[in-house]
Nanobody, 118 residues
Framework: QVRLVESGGGLVQPGGSLGLSCAASGSFSSISAMGWYRQGPGKQRELVASFTRYGSTNYADSVKGRFTVSRDNAKNTVYLQMNSLKPEDTAVYFC????????????WGQGTQVTVSS
């Protein structure tokens, strides 16, 4: 069984910074990609940032230049550093891990609330 445990999140003022982390544990051979999605109030879940096993990253246009995704393969952990936060960044943030090599299975964290408000 694979488990993703997120930490971080909370309330921050506009322009502030916040960091999230997500650690994968359990029995698995390899993690192909890890990253973050978010779902704002009344919105669909959207990709925020991803980090592949080979080090390539991908960001939503709305967060480019403000958010940074990183990964520690030794710890099976993915991080999301969020700077210059805006009220529209308010959402539940979910980490994911795409586990496997040729055939992969997608796992999700439980979600953590990020609220940007003055």
């Amino acid at each position: 069984q694979v488990r993703l445990v997120e930490s971080g999140g909370g309330l921050v003022q506009p322009g502030g910074s916040l960091g999230l982390s997500c650690a994968a544990s359990g029995s698995f051979s390899s993690i192909s990609a890890m990253g973050w999605y978010r779902q704002g109030p009344g919105k669909q879940r959207e990709l925020v940032a991803s980090f592949t096993r080979y080090g390539s990253t991908n960001y939503a246009d709305s967060v480019k230049g403000r958010f940074t995704v990183s990964r520690d393969n030794a710890k099976n952990t993915v991080y999301l550093q969020m700077n210059s936060l805006k009220p529209e960044d308010t959402a539940v943030y979910f980490c994911y891990a795409d586990i496997g090599v040729v055939s992969t299975i997608l796992y999700w964290g439980q979600g953590t609330q990020v609220t940007v408000s003055s």
